[in-house]
Each structure stands twice: as C-alpha cells, then as structure tokens.
C-alpha cells in the first residue's frame, strides 16, 4: 500500500516529483479529505491555526510544517502525531533580509525613500558601515549562523550567542546567555533570532533594551512576541529598530510603530522568498523517502 501524503498545492507537489511508494493529493480545505494521511504538510502561515485543517482527516501520522517556527502548534495538536518543523528552507532567505534590514538603516535608506518621495536632497554624512560594526546575533542557530556567514565577510564583528556556549568556525566561540547582559551595551546591532516559547516570551524587555548603547540597533526577525513593543515604543528614538516581525501581527492600520522614530518594519516577509519552493520540495521528498524505507522521520519538535 502506498504512503498517502497530502500537501496545500499542485505547485508544491510538482515541485516535490514523484516518489516510489508514495501517492501525493493536493488539498487544502476544498472538498473531502482523506480519511488517512500518512504525512501532512499545511499552508504555508505563521500562525499556529494552521494545524487546525488537521481535524479534516479521519487519522494523521505525522504534520509536516512549512515553518522554522512553530510556538503554539503543539498545543493544537491531536494525540499521537508527530510534528516536524522545517529546518534549514528558511536560513538563506531570513538572513539576507536580516542584513538587508541592518544595511538599510545602518546606511539610513529608509530616510532617503522619504526624502525622494518629497523631491528633496538632503545630504546623510557619516552614516554607519557593517565594517568594523560590533554585531550580536542572539540566537545563533542554523539561520544566525547563515547571517554570521554573511557579515563576516563584509568586516563585522560579529558576535554568536546561544543557550550553549560551543565553538564556531564562523564567530570563533559562541557565548552563552549568562553574558548577555555583559555584551548588550558593546554592541552597535543586535539581530534577534531566538525561537518564541515560554522563556524567550518578552526577552528583549525594558531591561534589555536599557543595557543598549545609544544609537544602536535591535532587528527582530524571529517571532513578534520576543519582544515587548510598549518597550520598543519607550525607547524608539534612542535606539533603533528594524522589525520583520511584531506583537500583534499583522499590524493594525495606525498602529504608534509605524510612525515610531527611527523604526523600520516590514511585513513577516523574511523567508517566503523564491528560494523557499526548492528547499521545501526537498524537506518533503526526503520526509517520504523515509517513510516509504520505514524510517523516522527528521526535525521532530512535538513526539508522538
């Protein structure tokens, strides 16, 4: 009998190929699901109802997420199946706009958009260069170390926190936690890539941003509730901000962020990129490739 599998588009299961042993149905909410699924993969969303199609199906054995993320899902999940997260589709795509949303306001792009959309030349001398720049990235998983990868190159000082300090071919030696207070006020930037769950709730606080020097610059692109955003509103204009992610999001209409001094956002846009479709093909034909060989499958974050 084949491995029933069901993935959210055709362009996603063309994308995928054939597998020997196993038989690939597009659904997404439309008309009658299976009654089994062997492996589920949801719409592509950051919001944890994206599992909730899953009560569709008479029995699931495993949901393949298109997410790195994946706070709240676990909590939504029904008894005996197993929950795989999407490790490594999103490194790439998340850490260019990471550096690109550091370059921007680093370099004062957005100012200048503002100041073309008026006609107006106004001269920005002495801007800030990620060369020589002190850089935290805090989170130093696989996608901060896809974004050291990239700042190194370019001249920055970049410095890899994580729960566990360990060496790094990259940044040398990733620090602990334990020091973060310590670095905070050393650093110019600090890109924020901690998963969301109960201890990171909140982290980047009033505390935490008070330890940041003048002028410096916090990127949030993890997940919106990380940080507290009366906080960040608190110290906007002294620091600055650019955020691919907010609490709440999205973002209602006229929300004070947006015309917070000094903050740049934009939409949660940083991994759904072009380079998301070859790398996701690739988590779900290795997926089904284990389960037609009897395998386990890889990326488990909620066993069974």
């Known amino acids: 009998m084949s491995i029933q599998v069901v993935v959210p588009t055709a362009e996603l299961a063309e994308a995928v190929g054939p597998v020997t042993g196993a038989e ?4 997404n909410g439309d008309g009658d699901a299976l009654t089994h699924v062997d492996l589920w993969v949801p719409d592509y969303s950051t919001h944890p109802s994206v599992i909730d199609r899953v009560q569709a199906f008479g029995s699931v054995g ?10 709240g899902v676990p909590e939504r999940m029904p008894a005996g199946v197993s929950l795989h997260s999407a490790v490594g589709v999103h490194d790439d795509a998340t850490a260019e706009h990471a550096v690109g949303m550091t370059l921007a306001v680093l370099r004062g792009i957005p100012e200048s958009v503002r100041n073309a959309d008026t006609g107006t030349w106004v001269r920005m001398p002495g801007r800030q260069s990620l060369a020589d720049a002190r850089v935290m990235i805090l989170g130093y998983g696989s996608i901060g170390r ?14 890899g926190v994580a729960t566990r300090p360990r060496p790094d071919d990259v940044v040398g030696q990733v620090r602990g ?22 201890a990171t709730d909140k982290l980047v606080d009033a505390s935490f941003l008070a330890k940041m020097a003048d002028g410096a610059l916090l990127v949030n692109v993890a997940r919106g509730g990380v940080a507290d955003t009366d906080a960040i509103l608190a110290e906007a204009g002294r620091l600055r901000f650019a955020l691919d ?14 015309n917070a001094p000094g903050v740049l ?10 380079a998301m479709l070859p790398r996701m093909a690739a988590v779900i034909r290795a997926q089904v490739t284990r389960l037609v060989a009897g395998e386990p499958l890889a990326h488990v974050v909620h066993p069974v």
């Open 24 to 27: 690939f149905t597009v659904w």
């Open 62 to 71: 495993a949901v393949q997420l298109q997410t790195a993320g994946y706070d």
């Open 146 to 159: 896809a974004v050291a990868e990239r700042l190194v190159p370019m001249k920055a000082h970049v410095t």
């Open 177 to 198: 936690f334990d020091e973060l207070d310590a670095l905070l006020p050393k650093q110019d930037v600090v890109i924020v890539l901690v998963p969301h769950n109960a």
């Open 245 to 258: 992610v907010t609490d709440p999001e999205p973002l209602p209409d006229g929300h004070p962020l947006f």
């Open 265 to 274: 956002i934009t939409p949660h846009v940083a991994g759904g990129t072009t």
